[in-house]
């Protein structure tokens, strides 16, 4: 098992990367949907960054395995007052909802989450 995280701020990437993390762990520095492609897939996405979430969402999709689980966070409207944002939100929000290969169930809580299944078949 491998678990990548990645981060757009290379100091922070370097300064995370400098802590005692478990041998399966690796920091990468970059723009995370950027780097999607290269990293493999994953059973558990956890898309914190607009890069992939709000931009890349296929991307983030194609990287979650069979069975695996995404989780995406900010997807409360209620947060957003300009219309770009919540023009965002929107689409990501009916994208999980409606693709086919995924199961979608929204969690009112913290700053709305979606917790997605990707279907073992399609």
Request: aromatic letters at 0%; a negative charge.
């Given at each position: 098992?491998?678990?990548?995280?990645?981060?757009?701020?290379?100091?922070l990437?370097?300064?995370?990367?400098?802590?005692d993390w478990p041998s399966p762990v690796r920091v990468h520095s970059g723009d995370a949907e950027g780097l999607l492609a290269t990293l493999g897939s994953y059973e558990l996405i956890f898309a914190d960054a607009e890069g992939g979430k709000w931009t890349?969402?296929?991307r983030t999709i194609a990287a979650l395995r069979p069975g695996g689980t995404l989780v995406v966070d900010d997807m409360d409207p209620a947060r957003y007052t300009e219309?770009?944002?919540?023009?965002?939100?929107?689409?990501?929000?009916?994208?999980l909802l409606t693709?086919?290969?995924?199961?979608?169930?929204?969690?009112?809580?913290?700053?709305?989450l979606i917790l997605v299944t990707r279907r073992a078949f399609a």
């Open positions: 098992m491998v678990i990548d995280t990645v981060e757009r701020d290379e100091e990437a370097a300064l995370a990367a400098q802590a890349g969402l296929d219309a770009a944002h919540l023009a965002a939100v929107a689409e990501v929000r009916r994208r693709d086919p290969r995924l199961i979608a169930a929204e969690l009112p809580a913290a700053t709305g």
